[in-house]
């Protein structure tokens, strides 16, 4: 986050009239008004990042104000500065100056250009517009035709002017002849103010762009090939006016409208931002095309410095009061500044083959440690997989226990059930009212003896005809109303109770046994994935005596380098041995040779050296030493050719003296001596033909092995990778099952505790019935001694007047 730079900059007055009350005085950073008696007028002093009195110059303020800005926008980020303030208090002074003092925008063309021109390493492109916006349309400052323009946004070039003239520039006198031809079609007008006032908010802009130059030395030189983006405005406002000081009218008028509207606008927009962060709301940036433009610039991401351009005249002290609490607000306005990278698709290509790059350097077969480090990784994962696959093992194992543990249980559980069964079967055939367990048989029993039981509990008659049975009576009308238990459905006969139970236990059986299933195929999963996990040990163990006997092989060259060597050696001291004349050509051959010999052999132990010390070899060696070869190999036939050239005129005439004593010795003519030595030389130099061929073969061989053994790195890779896959999904299935299991396990409890209850339900139901079977001898009893008492009253009456008790008393004979 960053505040904007905010200045203030007063112009000197226009006349040479004393003030007669009050004057503002600039101390360094700080501007106040003053009476004229030089005392400081309370409320009225302000403070501010830099404030430049009268005498300042644009180089001044364009010094401490811009500069990092414009600097800034070279290096990648937006950059807005604008001049605001009252109508004639020199804005446009401040950004177009003048002839003996160039403005702002001058002054940062010529910069941005000398900055460009300093920076080696990268290339830019700069492009340039102007604009103007005069009541309230957007009109093109290069091109007169391209009149009300609109805004538009998108997520590359963010907030744009769409139609705008954009002019791609190398220089800044270009620039500036292009803003000088802008400046004819700016709108200026005459107000009793400024002669010369600016009737429209006037935007340079400049677009640039740059890019890491490409330096083919180094591969990772254009690293940084990321192309900047950066736009720069440097706006000069229109002048807020008193309609009643510049006496405007007609189009004046109505431009002065605009332009208060719009300066109120941007008023508001700093008013929003300066409020911080939590109390801003909403910002009002659309309700002008001003604001809009400057969005970015207003607390978006942009470099941003406002200098606020005062008149120094008494007449002119509310303005001026306005406009530094204007550039108070501003200040409190912090903008999110970043360098604005565009990544291309050839800057990410870039990046990702040096990745690319930087992986096969690794993976070089001639790094044979690199290869051996990888491969003890890759072991060491293999340990870790290890130790994991018989975590988990020893887990399924444990799971294995409580599944046989919970099949156990259901087993029992289901006895249970089938015994419970069978003795409501019992109960049912048996035909005992009293073992009547649910509401609908309770229902039907009674209504076949008695009434249903709901009636006989209604009535109050029947229960005043039991009295003394009360506590008997209520538990039995309780009863019937009673809810049965949950468990599983209510109001079903305990057949079909019993059946869903057959139906919860089939279906949690299918579920134990789908669960013992996926267990099996983990369990094959498993065995299959110890054997290749036994495979891929066998092939890293290949590997690794591989990759030993590969770093033997340098070795081994380098012994048949330092034979050849030798061989080398003696025939060169051979061939010396011929040459009698240090200049002929056979001399200078053989130096030649010499030389060529040395340095092939120097760069052949160097290169195995290398390679047994694990460096990088680049690919130029080999040819380099294919072509030192081939030199070599000419050379010396070359020298042969010469020295028999040189030694056949000598046919007959006397060789030197040691020479000759040689060939007397071996009783030889010099011509059959210098066949012979061609012969022995010819036979050495296709010996050395064939090292050097079964060395270049070696090569390949060694090449050829370390790319097979590259590849099988890279498979193992990947097999390591679909098994590490493999387990993944495997611990995924397991943790799914070992779930499955919960819950199956869950539901089971669910079914014992259900179970349990039903039982002592039923228990309970048994005991009333058994209780209401009591109540109901009881009053069978009672009935009896009632109707007996009855019949006995009855004999009574009938014994004292056997005619008078009516049959409708009931009374039989
Ligand atoms: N710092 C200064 N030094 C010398 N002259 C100045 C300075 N500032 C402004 N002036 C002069 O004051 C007059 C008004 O300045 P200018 O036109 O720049 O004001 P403005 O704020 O752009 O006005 P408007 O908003 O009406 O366009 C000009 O004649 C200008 O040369």
Known sequence: MEKICVAVRVRPPVSDESSNGTFWKVEDNRISLHKTLSTPITGASYTFDYVFDQDCRNQTVYE??????????????????????????????????????????????????????????????????????????????????????????????????????????????????????????????????????????????MVIESKGKETSTSAYSSLDDAIRVSVLNLVDLAGSERIAKTGAGGVRLKEGKHINKSLMILGNVINKLSDGAKQRGHIPYRDSKLTRILQPALGGNAKTSIICTLAPEEVHVEETKGTLQFASRAKRITNCVQVNEILTDAALLKRQKLEIEELRRKLQGSQSEVLEQEVLKLRNDMLKYELEREKLATELEEERKSHKEREQCIKEQQMKIENLSSLVTFSDSDGKSSQVTTTQSLKEESSDSHNTLSNIADEDTWLKMNKGYVADLDSIHMTPARKVQSFPFNDITPGCLIENYKQEIEHLKSQLELARKEKDELECNYVEEIQMNEKLMGEISELQQETLLLREIPRQLLESVAICKDIYKDVLSILQSFVTDGKSSASKLLSSSSEIGTSLFSTLETHFSMTIDGRRISGGNNILIQEKGKMLCEMLNNTITSLVLSEAPMNGNKPSKDLQCSWEYQGCTLGEEIACLKEKLHHDLSTIKEKYQSLEKELNTNAHLLEVSKERYQSLEREFHLMKEERDSLLQTVTGSSQRLAQVNDQKEKVLRDLSNEVQRRKDLEDEIKQFGIAFTCRQKSLTSFQSELKSKLDKLKAQNPVSIPKSLGYID
């Open 64 to 205: 401490l104000l811009t500069k990092d800005i414009i600097h800034a926008a070279v290096e990648g980020f937006n950059g807005t500065a604008f001049a605001y303030g009252q109508t004639s208090s020199g804005k446009t002074f401040t950004m177009n100056g003048s002839e003996n003092d160039p403005g702002i925008i001058h002054l940062a063309v010529k910069d941005i250009f000398t900055k460009i021109q300093m920076t080696n390493d990268r290339e830019f492109l700069i492009r340039v517009s102007y604009m103007e916006i005069y009541n309230e349309e957007i009109n093109d400052l290069f091109a007169v035709e391209n009149q009300k323009l609109q805004i538009h946004e998108s997520l590359e070039r963010g907030v744009f002017v769409a139609g705008l003239r954009e002019e791609i520039v190398n220089s800044a006198e270009q620039v500036l002849k292009l803003i000088q031809s802008g400046e004819v079609n700016r709108h200026f007008g005459e107000t009793n103010m400024n002669v010369r006032s600016s009737r429209s908010h006037t935007i340079f802009r």
